[in-house]
């Protein structure tokens, strides 16, 4: 499945908080956490579909997240920089929307239009520099080593190098 598709959907969750449709809890609170689940995800896997793309493989276990955050964030690439920055929020946001229900802050579609519009901007990014790596090898080839660098002199072994 492309998890892009988890954009759309929390672009639909919104849409539906807009319009006031459809909506399974008073004042969509329940719409308003799962778009903001949905917004963090479809941008986790993008960012995972990314570094497989250019030789990154990633560990299955709950470290990836931190993994695929700190590699972007260390790739030598202001877009990628940024995305991470995107991530990280969006990866706060969710934890909040999905574990602390005393906090009302994830039931507001304003919380849903940042963390949509930030997972858009982030996804956008991946996917262009993914096409100029397919375009350029050598471009994905410097990130994929700078990242490796990176992981290799903190000693991360949650990122490593796809073998052929």
Not at 70 to 78: A, F, K, M, R, Y
Not at 80 to 91: E, F, P, Y
Request: aromatic share 6%; glycine share 8%.
């Amino acid at each position: 499945m492309d998890p892009r598709f988890f954009l759309i959907f929390a672009t639909d969750l919104l849409n539906r908080l807009r319009q006031n449709q459809g909506l399974s809890t008073p004042g969509g609170r329940a719409e308003c956490r799962s778009a903001i689940s949905r917004a963090y995800y479809a941008t986790f896997l993008v960012a995972v579909e990314f570094l497989n793309g250019i030789g990154i493989s990633v560990t299955a276990k709950g470290e990836c997240h931190t993994a695929v955050n700190h590699g972007l964030n260390n790739s030598g690439n202001q877009d990628l920089k940024k995305a991470a920055s995107n991530l990280g929020t969006l990866g706060t946001e969710r934890r909040t929307a999905d574990y602390q229900m005393a906090q009302s802050r994830p039931e507001q579609i304003a919380q849903v239009e940042i963390a949509v519009e930030m997972a858009t901007q982030a996804i956008l990014a991946l996917d262009q520099i993914k096409n100029d790596c397919r375009a350029d090898a050598r471009q994905g080839a410097t990130i994929a080593s700078t990242i490796l660098g990176w992981a290799g002199l903190v000693q991360n072994k949650h990122l490593w190098k796809t073998t052929p």
